[in-house]
């Protein structure tokens, strides 16, 4: 009988140290699964993400999958607080430390904070870097000392101004969400969800060696004053040729030169009357060259920034975001293709060969261009500079040569000047209204688009 009465004793012994075991926030831990972040496990634990970084020693929020989290028990002790107590106690008139950190609750504000802690909010918006006032429950904020001024904003250079200009960037190791959407309010005013939708994440989480796209505010030179329309278009006899002729002054700030892909984007093909009427561009002209059965350009392409075709043409039209233009190469070694990089432009198009110089016909061809049917006599479009800001466009029916195709651009003004695809690829809209329709379909065309309000882009 005496077994029988200690067995249940046992088992219900057993059953409540394992209960109380269990319920022990000592022992309390998580493991995190793939797609978790500190906001969502704080959300199902009811940890708080502060807790959660100062229960597991984070410096930020970057967790890694399968990594152990404990959500419960004491803090950890670290050296400064052995320090502190260990230290003689203070006489009851001694004034309490200011924090040197300060993590952010659900319903803060920075004004809030700063009436807090007793610092202005120009003070804790310089100590952490904050042009804006955004910021995010578990946040972690720096603490000036007393008295601490807010930091100076650097002066533009002489002749400059600031543009908000998008670029793609490699998230790093001290990255965070907090800091990326928090530079994406300060230089474009969006807010974290704008920043998530424009880089389509699902949760507010990042990670080294993501990309993403980032406004930054960046100095550009002043442009001078516009001395034309923004896009012009002429029909012109040049040579005893009949032209047409696009001009685009690119002073105008609300000017945009890109290419224009057809509906089903790179590697598809629509003539250049389609091209125009999709985009609403103002003028658009055929592009360059491209393979005849993929359609992909056969030089290098950049739009917005971002980069979409490799080729071995070696040289190109480069315009930056804020509207400066150049045709050369984008490599150190002075050329396009395989190794530029082309940093800082907003469009890049490839093309050639280049048919002016320095205001003179060249004839010194690259060795690239060998096909014999592009040296006889054809239907043209060219593209040339006749300054950084002065565009021309340029295509005729006309069966021309290409040295005569040169001397028409020369005559027009152009300093250097590309010839474009030819044949039956030439065209040019004007207003969606065909000027010179293309007999057949080209990979993309070069659109200008006289009162555009979207983003720039710059490629790093």
């Keep these: 009988m005496d077994v029988v009465c200690r067995l249940p004793l046992f088992r219900t012994l057993r059953s409540v140290l394992l209960f109380s075991l269990a319920s022990s926030t000592a022992f309390a831990a998580v493991t995190v699964q793939k797609g978790d972040t500190l906001f969502t496990l704080s959300r199902r634990t009811g940890v708080s993400v502060a807790r959660l970084q100062a229960l597991n020693q984070l410096p930020g929020t970057l967790i890694r999958v399968g990594q152990v989290l404990r959500t419960g028990g004491t803090l950890p002790v670290t050296k400064a607080a052995s320090k502190v107590a260990a230290s003689p106690p203070k006489s009851a008139s001694a004034k309490p430390q200011r924090p040197s950190r300060y993590t952010v609750r659900s319903g803060d504000t920075l004004s809030k904070i700063a009436s807090k802690i007793g610092v202005s909010v120009r003070a804790l918006q310089g100590a952490n870097q904050l042009t804006g006032t955004l910021i995010l429950v578990g946040q972690v904020l720096k603490v000036p000392p007393a008295g601490a001024s807010a930091a100076r904003v650097p002066a533009l250079p002489p002749n400059t101004e600031a543009r908000v200009v998008y670029t793609y960037r490699t998230v790093g190791v001290r990255d965070t969400f907090v800091t990326l959407a928090q530079t994406a309010q300060q230089n474009a005013k ?29 100095p550009v030179p002043i442009p001078p004053a516009p001395r034309r329309r923004a896009v012009s278009l002429s029909a012109v006899r040049v040579l005893d040729t009949a032209v047409q002729v696009v001009r685009v002054d690119l002073r105008w700030r609300d000017v945009l030169v890109s290419p224009v ?71 150190g070694a002075g050329s396009s293709g395989v190794g ?21 016909v060249s004839t010194a061809y690259s060795r690239v261009f060998q096909d014999p049917a592009l040296f006889g006599r054809a239907a043209r479009s060219a593209i040339g500079l006749s300054s ?10 006309a069966r021309l040569t290409i040295s005569e195709m040169s001397k028409v651009m020369a005559r027009l003004g152009a300093k250097d000047a ?25 990979s993309y065309g070069i659109g200008v688009f006289s009162e555009y309000s979207g983003r720039r882009y710059s490629r790093t």
């Design 190 to 218: 969006l807010t974290s969800a704008q920043f998530m939708n424009l880089n389509h994440l699902r949760i507010a989480w990042v990670y080294p060696g993501m990309k993403v796209l980032l406004p930054q505010r960046i």
């Design 340 to 360: 530029s990089n082309w940093t800082g432009m907003e469009t890049v198009i490839a093309s050639g060969p280049q048919i002016v110089r320095g205001g003179q």
């Design 418 to 442: 590309l010839l474009l695809d030819g044949g039956s690829s030439a065209g040019l809209s004007w207003n969606n209204t065909s000027v010179l329709e293309s007999v057949r379909s080209v």
């Design 388 to 397: 950084n800001r002065d565009l021309i466009l340029v295509s005729t029916h």
């Design 261 to 331: 892909l057809p509906s089903r984007g790179i590697g598809s093909s629509a003539r250049v009357s389609t091209l125009a009427r999709q985009s609403g561009a103002t003028a658009v002209i055929n592009g360059s060259y491209f393979h005849p059965r993929s359609y992909i350009p056969a030089g290098d392409l950049v739009v917005q920034g971002k980069r979409l075709s490799w080729g071995r043409i070696p040289v190109a039209l480069a315009i930056t975001p804020d509207n400066r233009a150049y045709i050369g190469g984008g490599g």
